[in-house]
C-alpha cells in the first residue's frame, strides 16, 4: 500500500517506539496513583491532588502519546508486505494494541470516577489492573521484535 523509503520508514519506527514508551509509561503509572488514592478521605487535600495529577497524566502525556504512537504505527503499518498481513505475529501485535485501547479507556473512566467522588474499587482491583498493560506490552514487544510466527 505505502512505499516508504528505507530513512522514513526507519525514522517513522524510531518515532513509533518513542510514542509507545511515553503512553506505557501513562498506562503503568495511572493505575498507581489510582491505588493511593483509594486511601485518601474525599476532599481532602491530598486527594483533590491525586485528582489533578490524574487529569494531567491522562490529557497531557497519555492520550497525546497513543494518538503518535498510532499516528507512526500506521504508516507503518501501511508499507507491510501483503503476506505480513496473514502473519500471526502481526494480529498478536494488533491485538495486544486493542487490549491496550480497552485498558486507557477504561482508565479514562476510572479518572471521572474518582474526579467526581465516586469511585468504588478497592486498592487490590487497581493493583491487578496495574499488571494488564504491563502483560499486554511484554507480549507486543515479543512478537513484534521475534515474529515468532
Ligand atoms: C498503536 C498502534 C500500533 C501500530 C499500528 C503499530 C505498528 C507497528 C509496525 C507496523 C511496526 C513495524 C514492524 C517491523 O518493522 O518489523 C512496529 C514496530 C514496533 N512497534 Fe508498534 N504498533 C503499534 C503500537 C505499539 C505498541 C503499543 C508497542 C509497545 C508496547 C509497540 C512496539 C513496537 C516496537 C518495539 C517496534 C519495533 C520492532 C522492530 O524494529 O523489530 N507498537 N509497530
Not at 501501511?78 to 491496550?100: F, T, Y
Not at 485501547?101 to 471521572?112: A, N, S
Amino acid at each position: 500500500m505505502l512505499d516508504l523509503s528505507g530513512d522514513a520508514y526507519v525514522w517513522l519506527k524510531a518515532l513509533h517506539i518513542v510514542s509507545v514508551i511515553a503512553w506505557m509509561a501513562g498506562l503503568l503509572y495511572l493505575p498507581r496513583l489510582f491505588v493511593y488514592h483509594t486511601d485518601c478521605e474525599k476532599g481532602s487535600v491530598q486527594s483533590e491532588t491525586f485528582k489533578v495529577m490524574e487529569r494531567r497524566l491522562l490529557y497531557a502525556i497519555m492520550y497525546p502519546a497513543m494518538i503518535a504512537s498510532f499516528g507512526f504505527g500506521l504508516p507503518l503499518l501501511l508499507d507491510q508486505s501483503p503476506s505480513s498481513w496473514s502473519e500471526g505475529w502481526l494480529h498478536v501485535k494488533l491485538a495486544g494494541v486493542g487490549g491496550l485501547v480497552i485498558c486507557h479507556m477504561m482508565m479514562g473512566e476510572l479518572r471521572k470516577a474518582f474526579a467526581e467522588d465516586r469511585n468504588v474499587h478497592s486498592q487490590k482491583y487497581f493493583r491487578i489492573l496495574n499488571e494488564v498493560p504491563t502483560v499486554l506490552m511484554i507480549a507486543i514487544v515479543i512478537f513484534v521484535v521475534v515474529k515468532p510466527f
